[in-house]
């Protein structure tokens, strides 16, 4: 299989770096062979699936960037919601509810509603419309849909998933340099975690960039299973060896009660009042992102057919609900552990995100200690290869095909091209490997709060910048080319604005500039269409 000796050359180099680090920290050989031996079996497995299912690519733009637009309900339910759900719930979450308490739980509610909302009343919109539009990534859908004949609209598009995803991605790869670097070394200092870096980010560019959309889609359904078993079992197991909640409860409560307070920080107020401020932080907040994530709008588009929808949104559901509550449960008990004095969490006094790989480690057999690393590696795997292959039809689709080298056909003008499906093939691999290399230099030398940098930066631009668009475009027939420009154009800025100015200083309450910039973008859009469309056709520019 072409790449399969390559990347067993670089995991082989990767693992005797981390064996030399270990020794030079006095870490137990016999610990570290043993999640080592199962993280690598891990890895190769995955890439092998990866490698596998390239077989099957029919060798077109359609199959490497929708499968064919042939996907079931459990790969397409399983595969978008571990791409949804990153490095940002492993570490993320689980450093969150490490930090705040009781009331991470609310993200549970906040996230479901996303899920709910983009399954339910999304899915099979997208699916019959991108069919009908023959689009394959959602620069397409908008520049198809409105018939638009100068590309502002797709070019537009095009900046805003290529800022957004490099931001995502780098975040992701450096959650794979703190938790491989803590699980090998425990040390995530220098080059243990600049090795960590490279050795996520060449796990997740072998299989992209050999397989496609159709090697991410069913890499991404069994790490899927595999977070949802690491996040089931492992915090069940504390439950029971540790005294439950009691002991969660008994804990905060001598050295921290506000961590067992369900209101976040800042909120003094019930009812209405109370609703608004989760609703415009974090907490319920995040639900505003889920209709403009293009990583997994790509699944609703490459459905077989819209029956598969609503068993899809069932499916996800029940996935993230486990998925949730498991990270903020164990993050809930590392907290507890650490007022308890167990000498392990010390390293959380210095990365509280992680946690999860820290727990694991110290509390469960090697075996195991090395399933839930690798269920870290998953979470990581499943958003950065999905958004690499979404950054890369951008720029190869969106801008060289579609702009650069458009060479319209009486047959098919919509895709029009000027060179043959291999070569852009060719195209879409070396650009998926060019983003990840920019994503790698990003974080190669800075290690960021992955909660922060993925939910405030990549999360929010896209939600703000394609959400509104996206339901506006799909359920409302007066939505116009103008107003969908300009509520693109107001989410991406305010998004950023929002974050680089309010969200960098100190204040009593922190507002999320997601729920903001989302709003401010469909008003704007609404306003606009409502002044440019009769209703009876299509704006065009």
Sequence with gaps: MPGCSDYMYFLCVFLSRYNVAHEEVNMPDSGTIVIGVSFAAYTLFIVLVGLWSSRWAKRSDEDYFLAGRSLGKWVAALSASASSESGWVTLGLVGWAYGSGVSAYWIIPGCLFGYFFNWFFLAGRMRDRAAELNALTIPDLFSFHFRERVPLLRVLSVIVILVAMVLYVAAQFNAAGKSLAYSFTGDVSGSNYRWGVLAGAAIVLVYTVTGGFRAVCWTDFLQALLMLTALVIFPVYLLFTHGGFAYVHGELAQTDPATLHWIPQGAKASGPALFGFLLGSGALGINFGYPGQPHVLVRFMALKDRKEAAWGGVISMIWGLFVYWGAVTVGLFARAMQTDGASWTSVLSQDKELGLVAAAQNLLPGVLGGLVLAAVLAAICSTADSQLLVAASAAANDLYKQIFRKGATDDD????????????????????????????????????????????????????????????????????YAGCLAGMLTGFVMAIVWKLTYMSGEHTVEIYNLPLAFVAAMVVNVLISLLTSTGKKRVTA
């Design 413 to 480: 003008p919509q895709r029009a091209s000027g060179m043959d499906d291999r070569g852009s093939m060719w195209i879409n691999r070396g650009i998926v490997f060019t983003l990840g290399i920019i994503a790698v230099l990003l974080v190669i030398d800075q290690k960021v709060t992955v909660y922060d940098y993925v939910l405030t930066y990549g999360w929010a631009i896209l939600g703000a910048s394609f959400g509104p668009q996206v339901i506006l475009l799909l359920i409302w027939r007066r939505a116009s």
